[in-house]
Each structure stands twice: as structure tokens, then as C-alpha cells.
């Protein structure tokens, strides 16, 4: 018998959905925490690479494009990657029905609940002081 059995994808519980009711939607959208391994690629994808001092180049990260890229991630419910929801919007693609979608201030509040869900909303300061109680 193996001594981490509770760490066994077997054992481990699901993740439920999070409901986020917006004042525009007669229905709450559905959320879902983003696993590492999928923010670490999303993470990797905001890199961009622009010239820099003495033509060498340089790697920029853009937290814009991160923070669309997790909550669009996280949304499972309406989904963004339907074609029919797309095209009522005149778009074509996730991130740009998303852009379409919500307005900034909700975005605001997606971008806070994913956070939240996905364990980034403490930083290291808070870990430590709750690590040390």
C-alpha cells in the first residue's frame, strides 16, 4: 500500500464548479479552477519576443493576454469556443467572444474569482504568515 493513497488521482476529490452571477445574465457563468500544468502553457504563450539594445532580443511578458487567457480557460459555462455564440457576437474565437462578451468591470470580477479559485489570490507574504500559525 502506497503511503501518499491520498494523493492517488483515485483519491482525490473532484473540483466542483464555481457559479458567478453577472447583473447582465439571467443565468450565473460557470468557472472552473485552471490546473497548474495549464497555466503554466497559457504563461509560457505571453512571452513575447521584442527587439531590444543592440538588436538583441528581449522576452516581454503581457498580463493583459494572462489574465484573458486564465479566465477564458476557466469559463465553462456559456461556452466561448461555440461557433452559434461566436458568430451572435460577430467574432470568431474564444478570446475574442470573451473580449465581446463582458464588459471591463466584469471581467474585473471573472478575473477575481478565477484567482481566487485557482489558489492566486494569496500571495507569498500571506502564505508565510499562515504557514507560521
Not at 472552473?32 to 538583441?56: Q, T
Amino acid at each position: 500500500m502506497s503511503r501518499f493513497k491520498a494523493f492517488m488521482k483515485e483519491n482525490v476529490a473532484e473540483v466542483e464548479l464555481i457559479e458567478l452571477s453577472l447583473v447582465r445574465f439571467n443565468e450565473p457563468i460557470k468557472l472552473r479552477p485552471v490546473p497548474s500544468e495549464e497555466a503554466d502553457l497559457i504563461n509560457d504563450r505571453c512571452f513575447k519576443n521584442i527587439p531590444g539594445k543592440k538588436g538583441r532580443q528581449e522576452r516581454v511578458f503581457d498580463p493583459v493576454g494572462y489574465n484573458r487567457r486564465m479566465n477564458v480557460a476557466s469559463i465553462v459555462y456559456p461556452d466561448l469556443h461555440d461557433t452559434e455564440l461566436q458568430q451572435s457576437y460577430g467574432v470568431r474565437g474564444a478570446e475574442a467572444l470573451y473580449g465581446k462578451l463582458f464588459l471591463a468591470g466584469e471581467a474585473a470580477l471573472i478575473s477575481e474569482k478565477v484567482q481566487q479559485i485557482s489558489g492566486l489570490d494569496e500571495s507569498l507574504e500571506d502564505q508565510i504568515e499562515e504557514a507560521k500559525n
